[in-house]
């Protein structure tokens, strides 16, 4: 499957290749984005079973792999490799896409692109030390610890080196950004993240004006949400 995918991508890259000078480091002259209508009738022939809109979906997103692919240029991967995988989580998120979710492509495929590379990330990098999934991420106002297993499940495995501890920390923080505004808030006060003050659940019920056990059962969802989201395979 992976094979497969690399082998589509190669094939695009040099058709655009061909047709002019791209620079793999950089987006200036990849072929530019469709606007919202193309790409709704893109997607369509797509899905109608048109091989050659699949292709052009491909080509026409390549600037945002390129855009989160260098987000990763600090690690020991090439970013030419790691342009390859982003692409393949790309060719992922289009034959995966659900236009019935009313999400735009480029934001469904920046997940799915993000997740390839921290994937191969976490396969790849060397193991330095070992890091308890226990570790302590926050702690909240009443003492309670927001720990790395809280979020990622409780399978028997390490997280290594401060590399991957970053990425963890980055794909998780992203996931909370990805919350609703309420969520988010929530998550915010209760661990104290992104710069607000930490809370009981009281001080939080009170400040949303609803009841401390109904904010005691959103957090244990979001938590679930999270965990959801960050183990999620992508098919």
């Known amino acids: 499957m992976f094979q497969k995918l690399r082998l589509l991508f190669l094939n695009i890259w040099r058709k655009i290749s061909r047709q002019g000078t791209y620079y793999i480091g950089g987006h200036d002259a990849l072929p ?13 022939a797509f899905m109608d079973g048109d091989l050659h809109a699949r292709d052009t979906l491909i080509e026409r997103n390549l600037r945002l792999v390129v855009y989160i692919a260098r987000r990763f240029d600090n690690t020991a991967t090439p970013i ?22 009313n999400i735009k492509l480029a934001t469904y495929a920046s ?14 990098s060397r193991m330095k030390s070992e890091v308890s999934l226990d570790e ?28 991957e501890r970053k990425l963890q920390r980055q794909h998780m923080f992203h996931a909370i950004n990805c919350l609703n505004p309420r969520e988010k808030y929530i998550m915010e006060c209760r661990f ?17 004006g609803i009841s401390q056990s109904y904010i005691s059962r959103l957090e244990k969802k979001i938590i679930l949400d999270l965990r959801e989201y960050l183990n999620e395979p992508i098919a």
Do not use: W, Y
């Open 32 to 44: 530019v984005p469709l606007t919202r209508e193309e790409e709704l009738t893109v997607v369509k």
């Open 80 to 101: 030419e490799d790691l342009i390859s995988i982003g692409s393949i989580g790309l060719i992922k998120a289009i034959e995966t896409f659900n236009t019935e979710k």
């Open 111 to 124: 997940r799915c692109i993000e997740n390839e590379i921290l994937m191969h990330l976490r396969k790849t």
């Open 136 to 163: 302590p991420l926050n702690s909240d106002a009443d003492g309670n610890e927001l720990l790395l297993s809280d979020i990622l499940g409780t399978e028997e495995h390490i997280i290594s080196d401060d590399v």
């Open 192 to 208: 104290g993240l992104n710069g607000k003050t930490e809370m009981t659940q009281k001080e939080v019920a009170d400040h949303l």
